[in-house]
C-alpha cells in the first residue's frame, strides 16, 4: 500500500469516527441545556397512545422527559376517573420502518411497542367529554399507579 493511498485510507475511516464524536457532543450539550441526562440506551422513538373509546390521547416526550410509565398512569388515571374499566389501551403509531433512523434505537423488547396497536384513523372518536383532573385524590392517583405496575408487568 503506498503511502498516499494509506493516508486516504485513514482519512475514510476517521470521518465517521469525527461524525460520531461531533453528534453525540451535540446531543449531551442539547439534553444537558434541557436539563436531561443523555445516553444511547433510551426508550427510543416517540410513541402516541389512545384509549379504545376514542376520548382520552396521550404521548410520550422522550426529550423533555414525558416517558411511557407517565403516559400509561395517565390512562389508568383516565380510565378510573370515566368509570370505565372496559376500555383498553391502544398504540397509534406503528412500528418503525429500518431505513428511518430513529428506528436504529428502539428495542422491540420494549414493553411500550407490546401495546396493541390500531391505526389512529381507526380508533373511534368518542362522543363522551374527558374527566377533569381537577380534585384528583391521593388514593386514586395511587390506585392509577397501581394499575400501570400491573400493565407493565403484564408487557414484560
Do not use: C
Not at 451535540?26 to 373509546?53: C, K, N, P, Q, W
Not at 374499566?85 to 428502539?106: G, I, N, Q
Not at 414493553?111 to 362522543?127: I, N, S
Request: proline share 8%.
Amino acid at each position: 500500500m503506498t503511502p498516499r493511498l494509506r493516508k486516504t485510507v485513514a482519512l475514510l475511516l476517521a470521518a465517521p469516527v469525527m461524525l460520531f464524536v461531533y453528534v453525540t457532543v451535540s446531543l449531551v450539550v442539547i439534553h444537558r441545556a434541557r436539563g436531561l441526562d443523555f445516553s444511547y440506551e433510551h426508550a427510543g422513538t416517540d410513541l402516541t397512545f389512545a384509549s379504545s373509546d376514542g376520548v382520552w390521547r396521550g404521548e410520550e416526550d422522550l426529550m423533555n422527559g414525558r416517558e411511557f410509565p407517565a403516559v400509561l398512569r395517565a390512562f389508568e388515571l383516565y380510565r378510573l376517573r370515566s368509570h370505565q374499566p372496559e376500555v383498553r389501551f391502544l398504540r397509534t403509531k406503528p412500528w418503525k420502518k429500518p431505513w428511518k433512523w430513529a428506528w436504529w434505537f428502539d428495542r422491540r423488547s420494549n414493553p411500550k411497542w407490546k401495546v396493541p396497536y390500531m391505526p389512529l384513523d381507526q380508533v373511534p372518536t368518542g362522543p363522551t367529554e374527558l374527566p377533569t383532573a381537577i380534585g384528583v385524590t391521593a388514593e386514586e392517583q395511587a390506585e392509577a399507579h397501581r394499575a400501570a405496575e400491573d400493565y407493565m408487568r403484564s408487557l414484560q
